[in-house]
């Protein structure tokens, strides 16, 4: 069984530019979440997805949003970058529970902001 | 204050020692709690979890979590030197439509051979 596939693994992207991240979870699963990784805050809860539907959203400015397709796969999109965007963004795919007790992460992208 | 504290480390034993991690929160909500296992340059890893207060044995591995005192810890018997790795506790409120985790910071832990 294939794992969370993330894509790209590493990014280099200016100041202002806009950037969209991609997650393929585990096969049969329907929940993704996101997640940002920095040394200073460590893992932080953007969002999560359901179905097709925000489920539930993290304390991150509207210049971070995120969508999910009918496949489960689940795209994060950044605008207006900034240098502190620079981070991990790691993305979990969950099976079709209410709790999200058995996440599993992909090996993440690594995005440098310059 | 952060919901969820955890020592960053970095934490230095030798091969062979038990290794004690821990972590405390503020949320009572809180009922289920994990521990992930990072290496560098990968996704967290699911290592433990459990529901409300208890123990729980896998192997090397025993988490135990005292929600009294709002403290979880994770022993890790026999260390190797492929123990090395950040672990990362995370907890969840578990509320059908908030089903995020709130992570630690995350202890480096490094064994020494």
């Known amino acids: 069984k294939a794992g969370v596939t993330q894509t790209p693994r590493y990014l280099i992207k200016t100041r202002g530019q806009q950037v969209t991240l991609s997650c393929s979870p585990i096969s049969g699963h329907r929940s993704v979440s996101w997640y940002q990784q920095t040394p200073g805050q460590g893992l932080q809860f953007l969002f999560e997805y359901f179905s097709e539907t925000q489920r539930n959203k993290g304390n991150f400015p509207g210049r971070f949003s995120g969508r999910q397709f009918s496949n489960s796969r689940s795209e994060m999109n950044v605008s207006t970058l900034e240098l502190g965007d620079s981070a991990l963004y790691l993305c979990?795919?969950?099976?079709?529970?209410?709790?999200?007790?058995?996440?599993?992460f992909g090996q993440g992208t690594r995005l440098t902001v310059v | 204050q952060k919901e969820v504290e955890q020592d960053p480390g970095p934490l230095s034993v030798p091969e062979g020692a038990i290794v004690s991690l821990n972590c405390t929160y503020s949320n009572s909500a809180f009922q289920y709690f994990m521990w992930y296992r990072q290496y560098s340059r990968k996704g967290p890893e699911l290592l433990m979890y459990t529901y409300s207060s208890g123990n729980k044995e896998d192997g090397r591995f025993t988490a135990q979590v005292d929600k009294s005192s709002k403290y979880i810890s994770l022993f890790i018997r026999d260390s190797q030197p492929s123990d090395s790795a950040t672990y990362l506790c995370?907890?969840?409120?578990?509320?059908?439509?908030?089903?995020?985790?709130?992570f630690g910071t995350g202890t480096r832990l490094t064994i020494i051979p």
């Open positions: 979990a795919s969950s099976s079709e529970t209410p709790m999200n007790t058995e996440a599993f």
């Open positions: 995370a907890m969840s409120a578990l509320t059908f439509g908030n089903e995020k985790l709130t």
